[in-house]
């Protein structure tokens, strides 16, 4: 960084042409002159106006450099900070994509674990071998009286010729795949 | 001295630094982006097969495979030694493996269970890697195995609804290319380009897993139970024509417990129908008005066509009959002389109307559409034979086509496996069918339903009959064509029964085929099949009984030894 001219911190004066006007005690402000004795009036001199111009064009460039400068830093440390912000962010988007694949893979294998302990074949020898069960001769059917049938066996047995019936075949088709299907296809 | 160091050190520095970015940049930062630059697959999982509940029938799980560089592999020798135990292998196959010269990637062991992965791991030996690969598992093993079919070891559709559907199923790998620091981490910022694996979709079928087992259980029963070779079932919904089971055994030779055949048998293999067939003689001979159910005739005991004679099954004097009495008690006699009024157009027609002759619409690999000889190549016997289902050959889905026609009021159904197919969004898309056209008149239907109702209350089906509920059917028993010589196998029959339930309101309908049963009528060992899967799948159904229930509501006695009727 170049080393910045004193003036230039103090914006607060008021630049440019503005103070050469102040300067020159003109009679036109008749207030003042009564105050001034003539004797310690300075010698009035013609002010070269482009070199005043160039004086505040160096100013005004000096000021935009240490604007620039300064943006600059900022800009690099903000860099910095969202790099930082960046490769840890990426470091946890790898540790979960990492989980995402693992979850997965226990879904897939609690659903394999799930299916295969639901299989028929697995159903029946457990039910026989393990639980004693036997499959019965012929099936009973338990039909409720003409006399109590219209108070109490609603709901218990369906009324002949109906097709309403207590396992909805076709009808269960896992709902919510709709809301699961979409993470499984990575 | 120490400045001229300095300088002399950085002007090195600064020749090799317009050297590096100067002279070749390229080459440099190439090498860099092939050292950070990483390739990954992302594996497209096969889609699962699922019954109409959504338990799953087929679905792939990753496993791990062994596979070796042999440009890594230290010691050959010791290194086949630690695996051989872990692996299960041959010891001097893995050597010569992995000794094997010009390849950098040989696969040792695919798609082992991560027990053993885990242990193969915990060795530790160079040049030996693991990766994830897909492997097809059916969870309830070998059910429904004929339909579903086999994938290879690339998970490629073989045989069955994995091939038919295989483009279906599988999915498209995608590929991620990516910047990796050393320890593996994604390098932020860098490229990334990202070709997203597509999953394959899920395949939902009309099959009904437990009614899958029970039609199973019962066919290796029945096929033990009377020596028989093999045999098939299909059941299926009469109105919409779901597959809701097909089954296939066979028995392995030199006795023992039947197992499920990897040949979808009630497709891919044809049988003469025998007197099942007469469902559709007795079909064309009341729609074109040749005879009416209640019209009475003159059966003899025998009749010449040609130079042939035809008898019935068994014999009997001559005697009067009525039409519905021809088709209940199977009479060959009375069917052939039904059909030579209606003649060989005619049965012809009816044959190939009843979906005879041609693919069931399934498009299953390996279908075959069974055999009918054009009418022109008709021998002078043809009309005895063919009108009772001798020199026909049929699929049993085909067979049953022609009873769910006649159970859905005269209007055929075609048969449907699949019920839809579940898309990477997860939803559901139903697999179009195309409807039926109409065979027979709505009436003809109704007279051949109670014709055929009969033939199970009081004709050869008796034994398919079920408690509570109505049925109706017709057994046929065919003897097998000779594989050799022309004519007939002698001794071999098929028995078969074919029906749907409850007459009123078909819900189920139901063809079983036992491949040369002993004894050999389809009235005595297939329809006791038929019974049974059609109480368990009533009963699955929720269908109400629509006839007079038994009258114990407790057992009170054994269940009554088959009667043996007479084809």
Redesign the interface.
């Known amino acids: 960084m170049s080393p910045v001219p004193a003036p230039a911190r103090l914006p607060s004066r008021a630049p440019g042409p503005s103070r050469t006007d102040a300067t020159p005690a003109r009679p036109s402000t008749p207030r003042s002159t009564p105050a001034r004795p003539d004797a310690t009036r300075p010698r009035l001199r013609l002010v070269d106006n482009t070199r005043l111009e160039i004086a505040a064009r160096r100013r005004r460039a000096r000021r935009s450099l240490v604007v620039a400068g300064v943006l600059a830093v900022a800009a690099l440390l903000a860099l910095a900070g969202v790099?930082a912000v960046?490769?840890s962010?990426?470091?946890r988007?790898?540790e979960l994509e990492q989980q995402v694949v693992e979850a997965q893979?226990r879904h897939?294998?609690l659903?394999?674990e799930v299916?295969?302990l639901?299989?028929?074949?697995r159903v029946?020898s457990t039910a026989t071998d393990r639980l004693g069960m036997v499959t019965?001769?012929?099936?009973?059917?338990?039909?409720p009286s003409p006399v109590d049938a219209p108070s109490s066996a609603e709901g218990l047995?369906?009324?002949?010729?109906?097709?309403?019936?207590?396992?909805?075949?076709?009808t269960?088709?896992?709902p919510s795949?709709?809301?699961?299907?979409?993470y499984?296809?990575? | 001295m120490l400045f001229l160091a300095v300088v002399v050190a950085l002007g090195g520095v600064t020749v090799r630094l317009a050297h590096l970015q100067v002279v070749a940049p390229e080459a440099y930062a190439e090498r860099g982006m092939a050292q950070r630059l990483r390739t990954v697959e992302?594996p497209a999982?096969r889609g699962s097969i699922?019954d109409?509940?959504?338990?799953?029938l087929a679905?792939s799980?990753?496993r791990q495979t062994v596979w070796a560089d042999p440009l890594l592999v230290e010691d050959a020798a010791a290194t086949a030694a630690a695996l051989a135990p872990v692996l299960d292998m041959d010891q001097s196959y893995l050597r010569d493996r992995l000794t094997g010269k010009g390849s950098r990637f040989v696969y040792l062991a695919r798609q082992i269970d991560d027990d053993r992965a885990d242990a193969v791991e915990a060795l530790d030996l160079s040049g030996i890697g693991l990766r994830d690969e897909p492997r097809r598992?059916r969870?309830?093993?070998d059910?429904a195995l004929a339909v579903l079919g086999d994938v290879d070891v690339d998970d490629q559709g073989l045989s069955g609804i994995e091939r038919q559907l295989d483009g279906v199923l599988s999915g498209q790998p995608g590929e991620l290319l990516v910047e990796r620091a050393r320890d593996g981490?994604?390098?932020?910022?860098g490229q990334h380009a990202l070709r997203?694996?597509?999953?394959g979709e899920d395949v939902?079928l009309h099959l009904?897993?437990?009614l899958?087992?029970?039609v199973e259980r019962a066919l290796s029963e029945q096929v033990q139970a009377t020596e028989a070779d093999g045999g098939m079932a299909v059941v299926m919904d009469p109105r919409s024509g779901a597959v809701l089971a097909m089954a296939s055994v066979e028995a392995p030779g030199g006795g023992g417990e039947p197992q499920p055949t990897r040949n979808n048998a009630p497709l891919t293999s044809v049988f003469e129908p025998g007197s099942a067939s007469k469902v559709v003689t007795m079909s064309g001979v009341l729609e074109e008005g040749v005879a009416e159910p209640e019209n009475v005739m003159v059966v003899p005991d025998s009749l010449q066509v040609g130079p042939k004679r035809f008898t019935d099954s068994s014999s009997h004097p001559t005697q009067r009959m009525s039409v519905t009495e021809v088709l209940a008690q199977s009479s060959n006699v009375g069917t052939i002389t039904l059909a030579q009024r209606l003649g060989p157009q005619g049965v012809d027609q009816y044959l190939r109307r009843f979906g005879f002759g041609r693919p069931t619409g399934l498009g299953f690999p390996g279908e075959s559409a069974g055999l009918l000889l054009p009418v022109d190549d008709w021998a002078s016997t043809s009309i005895g034979s063919i009108a009772i289902g001798q020199g026909v050959a049929v699929n049993a889905v085909q067979m049953l086509g022609a009873l769910n026609t006649l159970a859905n009021g005269g209007v055929s159904v075609p048969p449907r496996l699949v019920?839809?197919v579940?898309?990477?969004?997860?939803?559901?898309r139903p697999v179009a069918s195309p409807g039926g056209e109409r065979v027979v008149s709505a009436e003809t239907a109704a007279e051949m339903t109670s014709m055929l109702a009969s033939a199970v209350s009081d004709g050869t089906g008796v034994n398919a009959q079920v408690?509570?509920y109505t049925v109706a059917g017709k057994t046929g028993t065919a003897r097998k064509p000779s594989t050799e010589v022309r004519g007939y196998e002698s001794g071999a029959y098929m028995g078969v029964f074919a029906g749907f339930a409850p007459v009123?309101?078909p819900?189920l309908s139901i063809i079983v085929a036992l491949d040369e049963p002993h004894p050999y009528y389809g009235g005595v060992v297939a329809a006791p099949v038929f019974s049974e899967i059609a109480?368990y799948g009533l009963?699955?159904?929720?269908?109400?009984?629509?006839a007079p229930?038994?009258e114990a509501?407790?057992?009170t006695s054994?269940?009554t030894s088959p009667v043996t009727p007479r084809d």
């Open positions: 790099n960046l490769v962010n990426q470091v988007l790898d893979a897939q294998a659903r394999l299916a295969t639901e299989a028929p074949a029946v019965p001769e012929r099936i009973t059917y338990v039909q047995a369906p009324s002949p010729g109906s097709t309403s019936s207590e396992v909805p075949v076709g269960a088709t896992v795949w709709g809301t699961v299907k979409p499984l296809s990575r | 992302l999982p699922f109409r509940n959504g338990n799953e679905i799980v990753r598992v969870p309830a093993d059910l981490g994604t390098i932020a910022g997203p694996a597509a999953r939902v009904d897993r437990s899958q087992y029970e019920r839809s579940i898309g990477a969004d997860g939803k559901e408690d509570g009123e309101d819900r109480e009963r699955l159904l929720g269908v109400a009984p629509t229930l038994p509501s407790v057992p054994p269940p």
